[in-house]
């Protein structure tokens, strides 16, 4: 999707209820601020402030029941009207009429008849197919207004540390198999990414200069590959740890011991990982069988790592 053009999505209703677990109703506007809808039982300093809902998924609900339904029924904040919004994605944002709103959760846990919503309506849409936003920047919303529809598209950036290979004496392998299993990664998660890949040769002012750039223009994800031996050339690690902010030494500390546990030399690795700023920073060995190990290990934790970064409880 075009960043520039983003999908319209229309306001049919802003709904507000007083009291948790019962249906709101429609009022002629809603006042947003930090905590979320001012006046509703739901607002609060958390990630599920403000829930929204879209027709498409109400309309299914309907055709299938043969109930009248009105807007607010299933406890959305929110009605809409153009995007299916039950496939968004978390860090995707709305933005019009002088609000931004950020997505922090899809669906919620059912209560059943201890539902309000549920013994009224006889079932809920909301726990599979209502998102629930927080609120960036806060303004009045009414029906009719609109808002643009922004996907968050992750920034990648994947750095080869080879002096022979960064003066085009030997292939470099390592890279593009990190490049390969980050895109099995978000496309196994369905999030938007975007990557950027380059090789350096193994001097610590260049990839530290490389290292406060990708900071400083807000990459989400940045992997180096290469330099994490012991060799007079191998400053990977040395560089990457004074820039990090927070230290994630559990991952790679797992990493050594899982596969060093077969093969010692694993052990040998000194690869670091950690937050610089809001970038997650992680330093793989220069072989392709040890990228391998270490994205596999990675990719388990990475989503919920973006999402705790986020403010965002995933358990």
Excluded at 20 to 48: F, M, P, Y
Excluded at 69 to 77: C, I, Q, R, S
Excluded at 107 to 113: A, P, Q, T, V, Y
Excluded at 169 to 193: C, H, N, R, T
């Amino acid at each position: 999707m075009d960043q520039n053009m983003p999908i319209k999505v229309k306001v049919l209703s802003v709904n507000i209820s007083e009291k948790k677990g019962t249906t709101k109703h429609a009022v002629e506007s809603i006042q947003l601020n930090s905590l979320g809808v001012k006046g509703d039982a739901h607002a609060g300093a958390w990630h599920r402030q403000v829930s929204m809902l879209g027709v498409e998924s109400i309309e299914k609900f309907t055709k299938a029941s043969g109930l009248p339904v009105k807007y607010g029924d299933f406890a959305e904040n929110i009605t809409t009207q153009g995007l299916e919004l039950y496939k968004t994605k978390p860090g995707d944002r709305f933005v019009g009429s002088g609000v931004e709103l950020e997505v922090t959760q899809i669906g919620k846990s059912c209560h059943g008849d201890g539902c309000a919503i549920y013994r009224q309506v006889g079932n809920c849409v909301m726990p599979k197919e209502g998102i629930f936003v927080r609120v960036l920047k806060g303004g009045s919303l009414k029906a009719g207004d609109e808002l643009g529809f922004y996907p968050k598209v992750y920034r990648v950036k994947v750095i080869t540390l080879s002096d022979r290979a960064s003066r085009g004496e030997y292939e470099d392998l390592s890279g593009p198999e990190v490049a390969k299993l980050i895109g099995e990664f978000f496309d196994s998660i369905a999030w938007q990414y975007e990557l950027d890949s380059e090789i350096i040769p193994d001097d610590a002012e260049l990839l530290e200069n490389r290292l406060i750039e990708a900071r400083n223009t807000q990459y989400d994800l940045l992997l180096t590959t290469g330099g994490t031996g012991i060799g007079p050339r191998d400053v990977t690690p040395d560089v990457v740890k004074r820039l990090l902010d927070k230290e994630i030494p559990g991952i790679m500390e797992h990493i050594r011991l899982k596969y060093g546990a077969e093969k010692p030399n694993a052990l040998l690795s000194r690869g670091v990982a950690g937050l610089m700023g809001a970038t997650f920073v992680y330093t793989l060995p220069g072989s392709v069988k040890a990228v391998r190990e270490y994205m596999t290990e990675i990719a388990k934790v990475q989503k919920h790592l973006f999402l705790m970064l986020m403010g965002i409880d995933s358990h």
